[in-house]
């Protein structure tokens, strides 16, 4: 002991002392007894209700003690007359874990036994042993270390060890008869009851691509569609759990400007996010070995727009205004920084923003998500999130060492080894048997075998009938619900009663739905091995208000694109801007203008006076002014101000964005005016070209844009099956006209509409719109030449 240590305690106050121990002696006195096993809340919650049922078990014609008994179960657990009460307990808890559920037969209702597993009486077995040594014999053990009978109370533990091959202790006697006795008994399936899979590279660009190119069929907001979009990429990326990605908040994720060591001159921003671990035991907390709490990792803007974390993670901080630093757009951010002498500087994130969610999700809500999709894209088997886990955990186990893929994923190599399997072998055996040829010759087949949505049919239902769900509500119990209801004078029970006939017809339509796509796959498996095509599925709907991102990862791409290594920041700022573009509508609540004519400096809500639309700031409302009103033809014509009018002000007429933007800085407050400069920015000035886009109505700047414009987003729609109405048609009311192919709708535009392009003509084979000379060549050679090879 130090000098200084002696001279602290030397003047410790003897009567606080003896004041602190009565008080430690008193809560012991009180604690004694009462004490909470060192698990989680839900473990806890599940072993009580085990133990209330073990205790109101009547076994009184064995005149057993459901306490007393645990003492001799330790001492003779090979005592048949001991395991007996044990084994009619577990034999009838299976028994009665029924539950009555809806059936679509003539029944409509039917009991159901909802363990079906032996690894399920197991776990009960695991958890009635957990509350028995807590509540019964650790009791016994202290009061027999009291009487010094130490050899006794060393005897008096349900040990239960598997380590490897070994299996010992008197608990696991019971487990070997629920494995060999109790599951024939009782038909209990033994193996595994559902197959794991994992999700590869493949099905997760898959997932996001469906999760914007079928918006409508995916419904979900738009924050909320980010956020599922974020919590995937960070479980295929890490393999974390899905509990550890719910509801991360802003402070998990630091956003830097690094110099780029390729070149000096220039900066690359990344995003490193720190996520936490769940389901590590409370016991770990108090060990000398702890393991870390969270893991981080850092990555750099992906030139894959799907794959992109850091793209999100700027879009939803510039989206909530929530840096420190304020900046007014994408490019701001990538490109205004300078890091002078230094090679770092960290984005520090608004104080208040730190606790907020920055990807707000609950796991209901992504589990949903994520099933929807299965059902969207054709998968035949509903499969787990899971997936996930499990195929970052192979990616890793193929390229990272077994400790730091151990440390990412929190499970010792052991489990990987056991758990983290899947049914199907990986790697090509019998390639590795008989010769490298075989290897170089199938390696990209076999990858593609472990694509979980390999065998995925998207022409499968996606929903049932309106005459369907009619016949649900004419079932005999909704009738007897609806009966219930007309009697009851208590409120509550009728809000029960209604939940009763919600949750009866989503599960009717829920078991209606999993037949028909049964029966559907059935029958498209049959055609196609007949050498028949099935017919398409109506009703596939498209992007909706996730059109800013659909349309831009719907753009054509070489087949290595996702893998390219190159940085280019200009493909990343049109995503983010998609992406600002999408989120806008998560505040465009349309809110009432402020009365006043000038916006007070604590008005922090911006409003597009165009449309009286409400933003969360101003930089939001630049975004959506350049993206809408620079492009539609809103300054085509005069403008008069609506808000002027609206409070009875003197009419003004604006002519262009400049007049319209001074206006509003003058009159309604710089809160209200978009950040734009037309006289020195290109993007800021608005289009009046005279080429326009007769499906999507809008003004194209150049023959080229738009011949893009039709190649990537309007010529997939025909392609895809898709009967597109002439919204020209539809707009001026008259008689709707659906072209079934892109043929037919040029004829239809440049006969009705007078559209035409000079020499511009579709592809015969795919459509494309192309002018005659190098540019058919080109797009003939790079895309049909590889596909009449073999013709």
Request: hydrophobic share 35%.
């Amino acid at each position: 002991m130090t000098v200084q240590q002696q001279l602290r305690f030397s003047e410790v106050d003897q009567e606080s002392v003896n004041a602190l121990l009565r008080d430690y002696l008193d809560n012991a006195v009180e604690e004694e007894g009462n004490e909470q096993p060192f698990v989680a809340p839900g473990t806890q919650a599940e072993r009580d209700r085990i133990w209330t049922a073990w205790t109101e078990t009547p076994q009184s014609y064995r005149n057993v003690d459901p306490c007393r008994f645990w003492v001799d179960f330790a001492k003779d657990p090979s005592a048949p007359r001991v395991q007996a009460p044990v084994q009619t307990f577990l034999h009838t808890y299976m028994v009665n874990s029924v539950k009555e559920r809806v059936v679509l037969g003539p029944e409509e209702r039917a009991m159901v036994r909802t363990l079906n597993s032996a690894y399920s009486v197991i776990e009960v077995w695991r958890r009635l042993i957990a509350s028995a040594d807590f509540k019964v014999l650790r009791r016994e053990r202290r009061v027999l270390r009291g009487r010094e009978k130490y050899l006794e109370a060393d005897r008096l533990f349900l040990r239960w060890e598997q380590e490897g091959e070994k299996r010992d202790g008197p608990a696991y006697l019971i487990v070997k008869w629920i494995l060999l006795k109790l599951s024939p008994t009782l038909n209990l399936e033994i193996n595994t009851l559902y197959v794991k899979v994992e999700a590869t590279a493949a099905d997760i660009i898959l997932i996001l691509l469906a999760l914007y190119q079928r918006a409508e069929d995916i419904p979900a907001s738009p924050l909320t569609r980010v956020s599922f979009h974020a919590a995937v990429l960070l479980g295929g990326t890490g393999g974390f759990r899905p509990g550890s990605l719910m509801n991360t908040l802003c402070r998990q994720y630091t956003l830097s400007v690094v110099r780029d060591p390729d070149d000096r001159t220039q900066t690359r921003i990344i995003v490193t996010p720190n996520i936490g671990r769940n389901k590590i035991k409370s016991t770990q907390m108090t060990c000398k070995y702890r393991k870390q709490k969270s893991v981080a990792y850092s990555t750099a803007l992906v030139p894959y727009p799907p794959l992109c974390l850091a793209s999100l993670v700027i879009s939803r901080a510039l989206e909530m205004d929530a840096l420190a630093i304020s900046f007014e757009s994408a490019q701001d951010l990538l490109h205004r920084p300078v890091l002078g002498k230094t090679d770092r500087i960290d984005i520090p994130w608004k104080e208040e923003f730190l606790d907020k969610p920055l990807f707000p999700l609950t796991y209901p809500v992504f589990y949903e998500l994520w099933m929807r999709y299965l059902l969207v894209v054709g998968c035949r088997k509903p499969i787990r999130p899971y997936a996930l886990r499990v195929g970052a955990r192979a990616r890793m186990d193929e390229s990272l060492s077994s400790a730091l893929r151990n440390y990412i994923i929190s499970h010792s190599g052991a489990i990987f080894e056991t758990d983290y399997q899947t049914g199907v072998v990986r790697p090509n055996l019998a390639a590795l048997a008989f010769g490298p040829k075989a290897v170089h010759r199938d390696e990209t087949l076999f990858n593609d075998l472990r694509n979980m949505s390999l065998t995925r049919d998207e022409g499968a239902p996606i929903s049932v009938s309106k005459e369907q769900i009619a016949k649900f509500q004419e079932r005999k119990d909704i009738a007897k619900f609806r009966a219930e209801i007309q009697a009851s004078t208590d409120q509550s029970e009728k809000n029960r009663l209604y939940s009763q006939i919600k949750s009866t017809i989503e599960t009717c339509i829920k078991l209606q739905l999993d037949a028909d796509r049964q029966a559907g796959f059935e029958k498209a498996d049959r055609l196609r091995l007949q050498g028949l095509e099935p017919e398409p599925t109506p009703g596939v709907r498209g992007p909706g208000i996730a059109a800013p991102v659909a349309a831009f990862l719907s753009r054509p791409r070489s087949r290595d694109e996702g893998e390219s290594l190159t940085v280019d920041t200009s493909v990343s700022e049109r995503y983010i801007d998609a992406q600002l573009l999408h989120l806008s509508s998560i505040t465009s609540v349309p809110r009432r203008v402020p009365e006043t004519a000038a916006a007070s400096k604590s008005q922090r809500d911006s409003y597009c006076l165009v449309y009286s639309k409400g933003f969360a700031n101003r930089s939001c409302l630049t975004r959506h002014f350049r993206n809408a009103h620079l492009v539609d033809g809103t300054f085509d014509k005069p403008l008069a101000c609506r808000e002027c009018k609206r409070a009875g002000a003197a009419e003004v007429v604006v002519h262009g964005p400049a007049q319209w933007c001074n206006h509003l800085e003058h009159t309604h407050g710089l809160i209200h005016t978009p950040s734009i400069n037309p006289g020195a920015s290109p993007r800021d000035c608005p289009s009046n070209s005279a080429l326009i886009c007769l499906l999507y109505e809008a003004p194209i700047a150049s023959t080229s844009t738009l011949l893009a414009h039709m190649n990537r987003t309007e010529i997939p729609r025909y392609r895809e099956g898709l009967h597109v109405d002439c919204s020209t048609y539809t707009r001026e009311g008259r008689v709707g006209v659906k072209p079934m192919s892109i043929w037919e709708w040029l004829t239809h535009a440049r006969a009705v509409h007078k559209w035409s392009l000079p020499g511009v003509e579709p592809c015969l084979l795919c459509g494309h719109l192309y002018a005659p000379g190098p540019g058919f060549r080109r797009h003939f050679t790079t895309q049909h030449c590889h596909g009449l090879e073999n013709l």
